[in-house]
Protein backbone atom coordinates (compact mmCIF):
# COMPACT_ATOMS: atom_id res chain seq x y z
CA UNK A 1 0.00 0.00 0.00
CA UNK A 2 1.18 4.01 -0.93
CA UNK A 3 0.11 6.71 0.22
CA UNK A 4 1.39 10.10 -1.82
CA UNK A 5 0.78 13.37 0.53
CA UNK A 6 -1.99 12.02 2.40
CA UNK A 7 -4.07 10.35 -0.72
CA UNK A 8 -4.20 6.73 -1.90
CA UNK A 9 -2.07 5.63 -4.85
CA UNK A 10 -2.99 2.72 -6.75
CA UNK A 11 -1.07 2.06 -10.09
CA UNK A 12 2.07 4.44 -11.02
CA UNK A 13 2.79 7.42 -8.35
CA UNK A 14 2.29 10.92 -10.09
CA UNK A 15 5.97 12.38 -8.68
CA UNK A 16 7.83 15.63 -9.59
CA UNK A 17 11.30 14.64 -11.06
CA UNK A 18 12.32 18.09 -9.66
CA UNK A 19 12.00 16.88 -6.20
CA UNK A 20 14.87 17.47 -3.82
CA UNK A 21 15.04 13.98 -2.64
CA UNK A 22 14.95 12.50 -5.89
CA UNK A 23 17.80 15.26 -7.32
CA UNK A 24 19.78 15.56 -4.20
CA UNK A 25 18.88 13.10 -1.61
CA UNK A 26 17.60 15.85 0.16
CA UNK A 27 15.43 14.27 2.62
CA UNK A 28 14.64 11.97 5.87
CA UNK A 29 13.24 8.51 6.47
CA UNK A 30 11.82 6.41 9.00
CA UNK A 31 10.81 2.81 9.05
CA UNK A 32 8.72 1.79 11.40
CA UNK A 33 7.60 -1.94 11.92
CA UNK A 34 4.06 -3.22 13.15
CA UNK A 35 3.31 -6.09 14.92
CA UNK A 36 -0.26 -7.19 15.20
CA UNK A 37 -1.74 -4.15 13.00
CA UNK A 38 0.21 -1.97 16.18
CA UNK A 39 3.34 0.61 15.10
CA UNK A 40 6.26 -0.30 17.62
CA UNK A 41 7.89 2.88 19.24
CA UNK A 42 5.65 5.20 16.95
CA UNK A 43 6.35 8.13 19.19
CA UNK A 44 10.01 7.39 19.30
CA UNK A 45 10.48 7.37 15.29
CA UNK A 46 8.40 10.78 15.34
CA UNK A 47 10.56 12.06 17.87
CA UNK A 48 13.94 11.12 15.97
CA UNK A 49 12.01 12.56 12.45
CA UNK A 50 11.59 15.91 13.93
CA UNK A 51 14.83 16.26 15.41
CA UNK A 52 16.75 15.68 12.79
CA UNK A 53 14.06 17.84 10.28
CA UNK A 54 14.79 20.58 12.82
CA UNK A 55 18.38 20.47 12.29
CA UNK A 56 18.24 20.52 8.53
CA UNK A 57 15.77 23.14 8.37
CA UNK A 58 13.48 20.61 6.80
CA UNK A 59 9.70 21.71 7.72
CA UNK A 60 7.67 18.54 8.99
CA UNK A 61 4.10 18.26 10.07
CA UNK A 62 4.25 15.49 12.66
CA UNK A 63 0.64 15.08 13.24
CA UNK A 64 0.03 14.43 9.73
CA UNK A 65 3.50 12.10 9.50
CA UNK A 66 1.34 10.46 11.98
CA UNK A 67 -1.71 10.00 10.87
CA UNK A 68 -0.44 8.67 7.51
CA UNK A 69 1.00 5.75 9.30
CA UNK A 70 -1.79 5.17 11.68
CA UNK A 71 -3.62 4.99 8.31
CA UNK A 72 -1.36 2.31 6.73
CA UNK A 73 -2.05 0.44 10.24
CA UNK A 74 -5.81 0.85 10.19
CA UNK A 75 -5.60 -1.34 6.73
CA UNK A 76 -3.22 -3.80 7.93
CA UNK A 77 -5.50 -4.51 10.44
CA UNK A 78 -4.03 -7.27 12.34
CA UNK A 79 -1.37 -8.07 10.13
CA UNK A 80 2.56 -7.87 11.04
CA UNK A 81 4.11 -5.39 8.23
CA UNK A 82 7.02 -2.82 7.64
CA UNK A 83 6.10 0.76 7.23
CA UNK A 84 8.57 3.52 5.52
CA UNK A 85 7.67 7.09 5.89
CA UNK A 86 9.77 9.45 3.54
CA UNK A 87 9.54 13.19 4.00
CA UNK A 88 11.88 15.42 1.67
CA UNK A 89 12.05 18.52 0.94
CA UNK A 90 9.61 18.74 -2.27
CA UNK A 91 10.39 20.48 -5.57
CA UNK A 92 12.90 23.04 -6.14
CA UNK A 93 15.33 24.93 -8.91
CA UNK A 94 18.43 23.50 -10.31
CA UNK A 95 21.20 23.95 -7.60
CA UNK A 96 21.84 23.27 -3.79
CA UNK A 97 20.46 26.58 -2.39
CA UNK A 98 17.32 25.47 0.14
CA UNK A 99 14.12 27.07 -1.10
CA UNK A 100 13.01 29.62 0.43
CA UNK A 101 8.73 28.39 1.04
CA UNK A 102 9.79 24.27 0.79
CA UNK A 103 6.47 22.09 0.28
CA UNK A 104 7.84 18.87 1.23
CA UNK A 105 6.50 15.43 -0.45
CA UNK A 106 5.68 13.21 1.97
CA UNK A 107 5.41 9.25 1.48
CA UNK A 108 3.90 6.28 3.07
CA UNK A 109 4.33 2.69 2.04
CA UNK A 110 3.75 -0.50 3.64
CA UNK A 111 4.92 -3.75 2.60
CA UNK A 112 4.52 -7.65 4.66
CA UNK A 113 6.87 -7.92 7.50
CA UNK A 114 10.32 -10.11 6.51
CA UNK A 115 9.33 -13.93 6.80
CA UNK A 116 12.06 -15.10 9.55
CA UNK A 117 13.33 -11.42 10.49
CA UNK A 118 12.63 -11.39 14.13
CA UNK A 119 15.90 -11.54 16.24
CA UNK A 120 17.63 -13.49 13.47
CA UNK A 121 21.74 -14.11 14.17
CA UNK A 122 23.37 -12.68 11.70
CA UNK A 123 27.04 -13.13 10.28
CA UNK A 124 29.43 -9.68 9.95
CA UNK A 125 31.97 -9.23 7.47
CA UNK A 126 34.41 -6.00 8.00
CA UNK A 127 34.40 -3.48 4.89
CA UNK A 128 36.31 -0.95 3.21
CA UNK A 129 33.24 1.81 3.34
CA UNK A 130 33.59 4.13 7.61
CA UNK A 131 31.18 6.07 8.94
CA UNK A 132 32.20 9.95 9.06
CA UNK A 133 31.46 10.93 12.53
CA UNK A 134 31.15 14.50 11.40
CA UNK A 135 28.41 14.15 8.73
CA UNK A 136 24.88 14.79 9.66
CA UNK A 137 23.98 11.64 7.27
CA UNK A 138 25.90 9.26 10.06
CA UNK A 139 23.50 10.11 12.24
CA UNK A 140 20.36 10.23 10.62
CA UNK A 141 18.20 8.82 8.70
CA UNK A 142 19.01 10.25 5.31
CA UNK A 143 17.94 9.86 1.74
CA UNK A 144 22.19 10.09 1.09
CA UNK A 145 21.99 6.25 2.22
CA UNK A 146 24.96 5.09 -0.43
CA UNK A 147 27.65 4.91 1.62
CA UNK A 148 25.33 1.79 3.68
CA UNK A 149 24.51 0.44 0.76
CA UNK A 150 27.94 0.35 -0.69
CA UNK A 151 29.03 -1.31 2.70
CA UNK A 152 25.79 -3.65 2.56
CA UNK A 153 27.15 -5.07 -0.77
CA UNK A 154 30.52 -5.43 -0.41
CA UNK A 155 29.32 -7.63 3.06
CA UNK A 156 27.22 -9.71 0.95
CA UNK A 157 29.84 -10.71 -1.44
CA UNK A 158 32.15 -11.16 1.33
CA UNK A 159 29.99 -13.81 2.18
CA UNK A 160 28.16 -12.49 5.15
CA UNK A 161 24.45 -11.22 6.40
CA UNK A 162 25.70 -7.66 6.93
CA UNK A 163 28.66 -5.04 7.14
CA UNK A 164 30.62 -4.05 10.06
CA UNK A 165 31.47 -0.63 9.60
CA UNK A 166 34.30 0.84 11.56
CA UNK A 167 34.76 5.07 11.64
CA UNK A 168 36.98 7.47 10.22
CA UNK A 169 39.18 6.87 13.45
CA UNK A 170 38.95 3.28 13.27
CA UNK A 171 36.56 2.13 15.56
CA UNK A 172 33.83 -0.26 15.39
CA UNK A 173 30.56 1.92 14.79
CA UNK A 174 27.63 0.27 13.56
CA UNK A 175 26.33 -2.34 10.73
CA UNK A 176 24.88 -1.11 7.32
CA UNK A 177 21.52 -1.25 8.73
CA UNK A 178 21.96 -1.76 12.87
CA UNK A 179 23.23 -0.45 16.06
CA UNK A 180 26.00 -2.73 17.75
CA UNK A 181 26.09 -3.72 21.05
CA UNK A 182 29.08 -5.62 22.53
CA UNK A 183 28.45 -7.89 26.16
CA UNK A 184 32.06 -7.43 28.16
CA UNK A 185 31.20 -8.93 31.42
CA UNK A 186 27.99 -7.49 32.84
CA UNK A 187 28.20 -4.37 30.82
CA UNK A 188 26.42 -3.84 27.61
CA UNK A 189 28.64 -1.59 26.17
CA UNK A 190 27.59 0.59 22.63
CA UNK A 191 29.33 3.62 20.70
CA UNK A 192 28.06 6.87 21.30
CA UNK A 193 26.56 9.08 18.20
CA UNK A 194 29.48 11.07 18.20
CA UNK A 195 31.15 8.05 16.79
CA UNK A 196 29.46 8.82 13.51
CA UNK A 197 25.83 6.30 14.97
CA UNK A 198 22.43 6.45 14.28
CA UNK A 199 20.27 7.24 17.04
CA UNK A 200 18.38 3.97 17.20
CA UNK A 201 15.06 4.06 17.95
CA UNK A 202 15.40 0.32 19.90
CA UNK A 203 18.88 0.82 20.51
CA UNK A 204 17.25 3.51 23.17
CA UNK A 205 14.67 1.10 23.71
CA UNK A 206 17.65 -1.01 25.10
CA UNK A 207 19.47 1.08 27.18
CA UNK A 208 16.40 1.76 29.05
CA UNK A 209 15.57 -2.49 29.17
CA UNK A 210 19.16 -3.24 30.04
CA UNK A 211 19.01 -2.82 33.96
CA UNK A 212 15.84 -4.84 34.19
CA UNK A 213 17.91 -7.86 32.51
CA UNK A 214 20.55 -7.60 35.01
CA UNK A 215 23.10 -5.65 32.76
CA UNK A 216 24.43 -2.14 32.73
CA UNK A 217 24.79 0.09 29.98
CA UNK A 218 28.09 2.17 28.82
CA UNK A 219 28.09 4.23 26.01
CA UNK A 220 31.33 4.92 24.62
CA UNK A 221 34.36 4.57 22.02
CA UNK A 222 34.25 0.67 21.22
CA UNK A 223 37.88 -0.06 19.65
CA UNK A 224 38.62 -3.40 18.03
CA UNK A 225 40.23 -4.95 20.37
CA UNK A 226 37.46 -4.63 23.03
CA UNK A 227 34.99 -5.65 20.55
CA UNK A 228 37.08 -8.71 19.60
CA UNK A 229 37.42 -9.87 23.25
CA UNK A 230 33.41 -9.27 23.65
CA UNK A 231 31.60 -12.23 25.46
CA UNK A 232 29.24 -11.59 22.72
CA UNK A 233 28.35 -8.75 20.13
CA UNK A 234 24.64 -8.27 18.69
CA UNK A 235 23.06 -5.86 16.35
CA UNK A 236 19.90 -4.09 16.89
CA UNK A 237 17.13 -2.16 14.27
CA UNK A 238 13.49 -1.34 14.14
CA UNK A 239 12.17 -4.45 11.85
CA UNK A 240 14.39 -7.06 13.29
CA UNK A 241 14.92 -5.97 17.09
CA UNK A 242 17.85 -8.06 18.10
CA UNK A 243 20.15 -10.10 16.18
CA UNK A 244 22.86 -11.69 17.36
CA UNK A 245 25.91 -11.29 15.70
CA UNK A 246 27.10 -15.31 15.36
CA UNK A 247 30.05 -14.46 13.41
CA UNK A 248 33.23 -11.81 12.69
CA UNK A 249 34.88 -11.92 9.65
CA UNK A 250 34.39 -15.96 9.80
CA UNK A 251 35.36 -16.23 13.55
CA UNK A 252 32.26 -17.90 15.49
CA UNK A 253 30.82 -15.62 18.31
CA UNK A 254 29.01 -17.20 21.06
CA UNK A 255 25.26 -15.85 22.49
CA UNK A 256 25.30 -16.01 26.26
CA UNK A 257 21.84 -16.89 27.95
CA UNK A 258 22.01 -12.81 28.91
CA UNK A 259 21.74 -11.61 25.20
CA UNK A 260 19.11 -14.72 24.56
CA UNK A 261 16.94 -13.16 27.60
CA UNK A 262 17.41 -9.67 26.36
CA UNK A 263 16.23 -10.50 23.29
CA UNK A 264 13.19 -12.14 23.95
CA UNK A 265 12.50 -9.42 26.40
CA UNK A 266 12.50 -6.95 23.86
CA UNK A 267 11.00 -9.12 21.27
CA UNK A 268 7.91 -9.55 23.62
CA UNK A 269 7.46 -5.96 24.77
CA UNK A 270 7.73 -4.85 21.52
CA UNK A 271 5.57 -7.28 19.72
CA UNK A 272 2.92 -7.36 22.26
CA UNK A 273 3.75 -10.69 23.36
Known amino acids: MLRLNGRPVEGPAPFDLADRGLTLGDGLFETIALFGGRPALLGAHLDRLQAAAAEI ?4 DRAFCEAEVLTLAE ?30 TVIAASSPYPKGALNAPMRLATVSVRRNPASFASRAKTLSYLDSVLAFDEARRLGADDALMLNTDGRVASTAMANLFALVGDDLVTPPVS ?65 ARLAARVARELTGG
Not at 57 to 60: E, K, Y
Not at 89 to 96: F, H, S, Y
Open 195 to 259: EGVLPGVVRGFLLQAAPGAGLSFVERPLDIETFDRADAVFATNSVRLVMPVTMVDGVRRGTPDAV
Open 57 to 60: RLPV
Open 75 to 104: QAGESDCVIRLTVTRGAGARGLALPEQATP
